[in-house]
């Protein structure tokens, strides 16, 4: 059974089995999270990035998908890497969302982690409304099958806390 906490902070001292990344496609770091967990975890993450774009991930990450890197400096094992929508208003993409939960999951389950810290994918430069990335969030991580047992939500502003807790009430546990 998942545990799924949430609280404000930074997601790069999370001391966790698995740290997710939202990530662009090209996995080339970036601004946001992306940027922050680059710089955090040190240029191993980039070399393994590459590694991939070298080898089996010629065409970058599809959206939706999730792949597994070292996490170099960072508190965590391995950085899960997963590529978000780009919001767009009128086109429903919350499955693509909720895929990027359940897919990183999947991976974790793959590595054999069981405390994985997320973010809240795409609800950063993609744009996507706070209060439904929440939603989407719990949702996929509450229904997939997975042997993780402590799921972190790790929220980078009062802003996306404050959905949070509107959603799922003032407890950090669930």
């Not at 240029?43 to 990450?61: F, N, Q, S, V, Y």
């Not at 719990?138 to 993780?148: F, K, N, P």
């Amino acid at each position: 059974m998942v545990t799924l906490r949430y609280r404000q902070g930074d997601i790069t001292q999370e001391h966790v089995d698995a740290i997710v990344n939202a990530a662009n496609s090209g996995l080339s770091g970036g601004g946001g999270v992306d940027g922050a967990i680059h710089r955090a975890g040190g240029p191993a993450i980039m070399d393994a990035c590459r590694e991939l774009r070298r080898t089996t991930h010629r065409a970058g990450l599809q959206t939706g998908q999730a792949v597994a890197t070292t996490a170099g400096r960072l508190p965590a094992r391995w950085v899960i890497h997963t590529v978000g929508p780009v919001y767009a208003a009128g086109l429903d993409q919350s499955d693509l969302l909720r895929c990027c939960y359940t897919t990183s999951l999947a991976v974790a389950d793959e590595l054999g982690a069981s405390s994985v810290a997320f973010p809240l994918v795409s609800a950063g430069v993609y744009g996507w409304p706070i209060a439904d990335a929440v939603q989407q969030a719990v949702t996929a991580i509450s229904t997939a099958t997975t042997a993780v047992t402590d799921v972190r939500l790790v929220l980078f502003d009062a802003r996306a806390y404050a959905a949070a807790s509107a959603l799922l009430g003032p407890a950090a546990e669930l």
